[in-house]
C-alpha cells in the first residue's frame, strides 16, 4: 500500500529568545500543519545546521528558514547572505522574523534576498497568528520546488 500522507514540513527556526521559541512553537502547533521544527540559537549554529556540519551531521535540509536578525555573534543579517549566495541554500526560502522595525533592516534584508520580512508583534495571540499564517502561507498557498 502506498503512503500517501504529505511528509512533515522541515523548519528552521534561528531565535535566540527561548520565549519567542515557545510562541513559535505553538503557534505552528496550532496551524495543524505536520512540521518538525528545529531551533537554534546563533547564527553560527544555524549555518552549521544548513551545511550539516559538526554537532548538525544529521540535519534535515530545512523547507522553510524563520530568522532573527538579533543574534548574538554572528547576525541574522550574515546568515541571510551566506544562504542566498550559496547555490544549494538559495532556494529555501527565508522568513526574516525579528523584533525590529528599522526601515534599514527592512531595505537591508531585501538586499540579501530575504523572502519577506515580518515584525513580530508584541502580544501574543497575534504572534501566535502570524506563525500560523507563515505556515499556512508557505505550506498551503506557495509553491516550493522539492527537495532533491
Known sequence: MLDTAPRAIEILLVEDNPADIRLTQEGL??????????????????????????????????????????????????????????PNLLMIPVVVLTSSESEADIIRSYEEHANCFISKPVDFSSFLDIVARIESFWFSIVRLPQPG
Open 29 to 86: 502547533k496550532e496551524a495543524k500543519v505536520a512540521n518538525n521544527l528545529q531551533a537554534v540559537t546563533n547564527g553560527r549554529d544555524a549555518l552549521d545546521f544548513l551545511h550539516q556540519r559538526g554537532a548538525f551531521t544529521d540535519a534535515p535540509r530545512p523547507d522553510l528558514v524563520l530568522l532573527d536578525l538579533n543574534l548574538p555573534g554572528l547576525s541574522g543579517h550574515s546568515v541571510l547572505a551566506e544562504i542566498k549566495k550559496e
